[in-house]
């Protein structure tokens, strides 16, 4: 039987490539992007 998810307005799978391009903004590196101190210049840059 396979398991089938539907309600991804709540949550959804995220992809591990997505995954680990997220792990560094969730520990060492922070800021918040709309700050224009350097911290936030460096999390716009990897927003943008």
């Known amino acids: ?3 089938r998810y ?3 307005a709540a949550t ?3 992809d591990p490539r997505v995954l680990r ?4 903004w969730l520990g ?3 800021g918040n992007a709309h700050s ?3 911290w936030g ?4 840059a990897a927003v943008e």
Not at 21 to 24: E, G, Q
């Open 28 to 30: 060492e590196r922070f």
């Open 41 to 44: 210049r460096r999390a716009r």
């Open 21 to 24: 391009a997220m792990l560094p």
């Open 1 to 3: 039987m396979l398991d």
């Open 12 to 14: 959804s799978p995220l």
């Open 6 to 8: 539907f309600d991804h």
């Open 36 to 38: 224009i101190h350097s």
